[in-house]
């Protein structure tokens, strides 16, 4: 029943912008708190950043620090992710998923594919 669809990646240049949106159903999205995640290629999925029900309080690895930022609209059952100032590094599948850092999740959505290449 729990449906993440995330879309809004692509290819995008070193310095540039794009903005993730989560589309989420099954669940009351205006009670959850929800995270972004990244899966680099050879490497194990990783937290990126997280927000509280009510949309206060936000929280980013400190690799997205000063560049991502995390939103919610409860209206829509929609997650965003607003990436600024792109690197080589940020290249990866993001994921959103229910729950703070650190919580246990079974389901994953497919991810959209980020790639940050000239």
């Known amino acids: 029943q ?3 669809v995330e879309s809004g990646g692509g290819l995008v240049q070193p310095g540039g912008s794009l903005r ?6 099954g669940f009351t999205f205006r009670a959850a708190a929800m995270s972004w995640y990244r899966r680099a290629p050879g490497k194990e999925r990783e937290w990126v950043a997280d927000i509280t029900s009510s949309g206060i309080s ?3 690895a400190d690799s997205a620090k000063g560049r991502f930022t995390i939103s919610r609209d409860n209206a829509k059952n ?3 992710l607003q990436m600024n100032s792109l690197n080589s590094e940020d290249t990866a599948v993001y994921y959103c998923n229910r729950g703070s850092h650190g919580s246990s999740n079974i ?5 959209t594919q980020v790639t940050v290449s000239t």
């Open 2 to 4: 729990v449906q993440l």
């Open 20 to 25: 993730l949106s989560c589309a989420t159903s």
């Open 58 to 60: 936000p929280n980013y």
């Open 78 to 80: 929609t997650l965003y």
């Open 107 to 111: 389901y994953w959505g497919q991810g």
